[in-house]
């Protein structure tokens, strides 16, 4: 039997995997651990360093937050990306 937390985590996976299935749009989606640093952060700073963020300031001015939700949320330990 599972305890609330793993029934939690098993409902949100279904809930997530059922969501993206049905959106072709989206070609690829997963779960995160906020607990090490972002899979593509370097690649995040990379782009906005070498000016591919179009002008957009708030790309820019918010860097860390993107590169580290946890600067925004702290509270949280994971993310769908």
Same mark, same amino acid.
């Given at each position: 039997?599972? #305890? ?8 949100? #996976?279904?809930?997530? #995997?059922?969501? =993206?299935?049905? $959106?072709?749009?989206? *070609?690829?989606?997963?779960? !995160?651990? *906020?607990?090490?640093?972002?899979? +593509?952060?370097? +690649?995040?700073?990379?782009? !906005? ?6 002008? *957009? @300031?708030?790309?820019?001015? @918010?860097?860390?937050? $993107? #590169? +580290?939700?946890?600067?925004? =949320?702290?509270? /949280? @330990?994971? /993310? !769908?990306?």
């Amino acid at each position: 039997m599972l #305890k609330g937390t793993e029934r939690g985590k098993t409902k949100m #996976k279904k809930i997530l #995997k059922d969501f =993206f299935s049905s $959106r072709p749009e989206i *070609l690829e989606w997963g779960a !995160v651990s *906020l607990q090490a640093p972002l899979p +593509n952060a370097a +690649n995040l700073q990379n782009w !906005v360093t070498q000016g591919m963020h179009a002008g *957009l @300031r708030y790309m820019e001015e @918010r860097i860390e937050e $993107r #590169k +580290n939700p946890q600067r925004l =949320f702290p509270w /949280a @330990r994971s /993310a !769908v990306l």
